[in-house]
């Protein structure tokens, strides 16, 4: 059996184990990254719309990682009806997600990184004592074993690393979305914009997103929540009705599945020598599934943090600390709310959808923002209100 | 018993609600740890494609 030593190992290929890394590397640390796919950014099991803004803030974009453009906002209503909010209220893009991974992953062994596709981890190693030092992984059949100062759980929403290491990870089903994505052809939507369906005839507890990307194709998919989900009404089956139903002429090119975590962030994002990153510590916005800028720039703390680790051990639990906190100011407050007003918004039938969409349809479309709709939610469900000031207040 | 029908799209969803940690991937199948597994269905039930049977 062989065995190497680094000074960190991450587990997990996606945004947030990719930035850790680059990190990590940049900062001069031997990096380890295995991944469990044989490519990298395949499959994409995700809807791929990030705001720019938001974006921006963590990487400089890439022509190439660019799908789409986006510069509107429909909400479609149970009845049908298409609500576009103000144009330029949203701003965004439909990234391609493999292109990104794959040049993210460049970047990361430029800087020195190795990376090794096919190698499924299966476990952590403990010395005697109980710490841990290393994974166990699988390559192609035999067992290998690598060590490192600091592991990175960066293993995606099954979070079976995190899990090894004594931290509670599994998800109540209504904290998780089933979801189900079609990404298909000859689509010719007529606005350059993000469509949502909301209301439970499309997707019980979640909703159905259509996506352009170039050349007439779009991402089309669906989550719906957990509690819904059994074998005879799963995010598939809503997904075909969906396409039959809304799309009759799209060819399908690629289905995927995928789980999107709706609770709030994991409690612990590190402990001992080991951080969790992105998906895998349930940093998603609860309520509309968005993760990928969460993972980049959890995994961009976590690995710049565990290279100072790795030069101070003795300061790796305050570093560590650190990193809980950072993440918390940064999202994982907005999530304990938004995951309360997440249950509120859940409560709203299809009817609740129809009448206030039908009052916002009233107002000129250029002065339609998001506090217009929140006004109207809260005029149809006066209630509405109380729950999301005890949402923000924590009551 | 839970088992795999042979269709499933090793997305992982139904390892991140199993109470027991009986759920694993590989690169591109599903393993059932049948000794630690508890029956509780949750995988049965979450998975988007239906992909997991109890016989």
Redesign the interface.
């Known amino acids: 059996m062989m065995e190497q030593t680094w000074d960190i190992i991450i587990v997990g290929g996606g945004p947030g184990g990719l930035f850790a890394a680059l990190e990590a590397a940049r900062a001069g640390k031997k990096v380890l990254l295995l991944e469990?796919?044989?490519e990298m950014g395949v499959p994409v099991?995700c809807g791929e719309a990030v705001g720019k803004e938001d974006f921006a803030n963590y990487v400089e974009m890439e022509p190439r990682w660019i799908g789409a453009e986006i510069n509107t906002f429909i909400m479609v209503l149970p009845n049908g009806k298409e609500v576009m909010l103000k144009r330029d209220l949203y701003s965004g893009y439909v990234l391609n997600r493999d292109l990104f991974e794959y040049d993210v992953a460049a970047r990361a062994a430029d800087a020195g990184a190795t990376i090794k596709m096919?190698s499924?981890v299966?476990s952590l190693i403990r010395d005697a004592g109980g710490n841990i030092t290393g994974v166990r992984a699988?390559e192609l059949g035999r067992e290998r074993e690598y060590y490192a100062s600091v592991i990175i759980a960066a293993d995606?929403?099954?979070?079976?690393i995190a899990?090894q290491a004594g931290i509670a990870?599994?998800?109540?089903?209504q904290d998780?979305e089933?979801?189900?994505q079609a990404t298909v052809s000859g689509v010719s939507l007529p606005e350059q914009a993000l469509y949502l369906y909301v209301g439970t005839c499309y997707a019980p507890g979640g909703y159905a997103w259509v996506f352009p990307k170039a050349n007439n194709c779009a991402n089309i998919g669906l989550g719906i929540n957990?509690k819904y989900?059994?074998?005879?009404n799963?995010?598939?089956l809503y997904l075909d009705r969906f396409l039959e139903k809304h799309f009759p002429q799209a060819s399908v090119q690629r289905?995927?599945?995928?789980?999107v975590?709706v609770s709030m962030n994991l409690k612990t994002l590190a402990k001992d020598n080991l951080m969790i990153v992105g998906d895998a510590g349930r940093m998603v916005n609860p309520l509309n599934g968005g993760g990928i800028t969460h993972a980049i720039s959890s995994g961009k703390k976590a690995g710049k943090l565990a290279a100072t680790a790795c030069d101070s051990p003795n300061k790796m639990k305050d570093l560590f600390a650190r990193y809980e906190k950072e993440i918390a100011r940064e999202f994982g407050k907005n999530h304990e709310h938004q995951y309360r007003i997440k249950d509120v918004v859940y409560q709203l039938k299809d009817e609740d959808y129809d009448r206030i969409g039908d009052e916002i349809l009233k107002i000129d479309v250029s002065k339609r923002s998001f506090l217009t709709i929140f006004k109207h939610v809260v005029k149809h469900k006066p209630e509405f209100i109380i729950d999301v000031v005890k949402a923000y207040s924590g009551i | 018993m839970i088992i795999e029908l042979g269709h499933c799209d090793q997305c992982g969803t139904c390892i991140s609600v199993c109470p027991a940690d009986a759920l694993m991937l590989t690169e591109n199948a599903l393993l059932i740890d049948h000794e630690a597994c508890t029956e509780c269905l949750l995988c049965v039930n979450i998975c988007p494609i239906a992909a997991l049977e109890n016989k």
Do not use: F, H, Q
């Open positions: 469990r796919k044989r099991r096919r499924n299966v699988m995606g929403v099954e979070s079976r899990r990870t599994a998800l109540k089903p998780i089933p979801c189900v957990g989900s059994d074998k005879n799963t995010a598939r289905y995927t599945t995928g789980g975590p």
